[in-house]
Structure formats: structure tokens, C-alpha cells
Nanobody
């Protein structure tokens, strides 16, 4: 069992920055792929980026160059730094954990509760 808790959501103007955190408990984080997804109403969850305990993260094209995922395995925490935010980045952001690499939300067993990010003037 892995428990995930996101924090750091909020409202920012276009062009602004926001950082999210995902704290894991229950299992050692280094054994899991931790992935950020986002979802807007009436749409499927969209991949933001995948991080493994080693190696560089993989990002969706829509956020490449603007978002950065980092992880601190000692603190069991994964971070999502979002820069140059756009209105279309508005969504509920979730972190999820899996022992296997996947870009599909349906492959993830463990989910956080989500945190709202709103990009608006």
C-alpha cells in the first residue's frame, strides 16, 4: 500500500509559476514510478510527466520545457515545478504511483486526492 498526498495548488496569473508536492507514505518511494496527471471536467486524465527513482523524467509535449519533475527519495517526496503557466494548464493535478512504467492512468493503482491549479488573470 502506498498513500499519496498532494499539496501546493492554487491560482496564478498566466505566465506565473507554481510548485506542487506529492508525499508518499507506506512504502519506500524509490521502488515506484511516480507520475503526475491532470484532469479537467469531462475529459480523461492527461499525462503530465513520469519520474523514476533514477534517470530523467519524461514529460508530455504540452509541458516540455515549462514543467520540471524532481524527487527526493530520502523525503519520499516528488515535486512538480510549473513555470510559464497558461490558462490551458488549469486542471486538478494528481500524483500516482506504480511499480511499472506507464503513460496510461488506468495502469496506476495508487492515487493522491488531487490539488486544483487555476491559471487565470
Amino acid at each position: 500500500q502506498v498513500q499519496l498526498v498532494e499539496s501546493g495548488g492554487g491560482m496564478v496569473p498566466p505566465g506565473g509559476s507554481l510548485g506542487l508536492s506529492c508525499v508518499a507514505s507506506g512504502r519506500e518511494l524509490r521502488t515506484y514510478f511516480i507520475t503526475w496527471f491532470r484532469q479537467v471536467p469531462d475529459k480523461e486524465r492527461e499525462l503530465v510527466g513520469v519520474s523514476a527513482w533514477s534517470g530523467g523524467p519524461i514529460y508530455a509535449d504540452s509541458v516540455q520545457g515549462r514543467f520540471t519533475i524532481s524527487r527526493d527519495n530520502a523525503k519520499n517526496t516528488v515535486y512538480l515545478q510549473m513555470n510559464t503557466l497558461k490558462p490551458e494548464d488549469t486542471a486538478v493535478y494528481y500524483c500516482a504511483a506504480s511499480t511499472h512504467f506507464s503513460r496510461r492512468s488506468s495502469d496506476y493503482t495508487y492515487w493522491g486526492q488531487g490539488t486544483q491549479v487555476t491559471v487565470s488573470p
